[in-house]
């Protein structure tokens, strides 16, 4: 992704917000987007551009695993990470941290 390459925050926000602009059914931009809200301690942003992603290509199982670490690294919210588990049980009807945990063996 950009911030890895670049390590330069604010241009990666500003070329994800540019191709979000460009094409606004482009889910990895706003995930990409969310990624960097979430390194610069803007939780709320990064949850709302994480759930927008989901919105626009709900089967990316990478997204829920991001929104549910955001809940619980960036947030601390138990009730939001609950909820996060709860959406990826009925919309995948697995386990997101059971998923997760394989997910990180790979």
């Known amino acids: ?10 241009a990666a926000v500003k070329y994800y917000k540019y191709a979000t602009v460009v094409d606004p059914t482009f889910s ?3 995930i990409g987007k969310a990624n960097i809200e979430t390194k610069t301690g803007q939780c709320k942003e990064s949850d709302a551009d994480a759930r927008h992603a989901i919105s626009l290509f709900p089967i990316d ?11 619980t690294d960036c947030f601390g919210d138990q009730k939001l990470i609950e909820s996060v588990a709860r959406e990826y049980k009925r919309i995948f009807n697995q386990n997101i941290l059971d998923d997760l945990k394989k997910e990180i063996k790979k």
Do not use: E, S
Not at 1 to 10: G, I, Q, V
Not at 61 to 71: D, L, S, W
């Open 61 to 71: 199982k990478t997204y829920y695993f991001f929104r549910y670490i955001n809940a």
């Open 1 to 10: 992704t950009l911030h890895n390459d670049y390590a330069d925050f604010p």
């Open 28 to 30: 990895k931009g706003y």
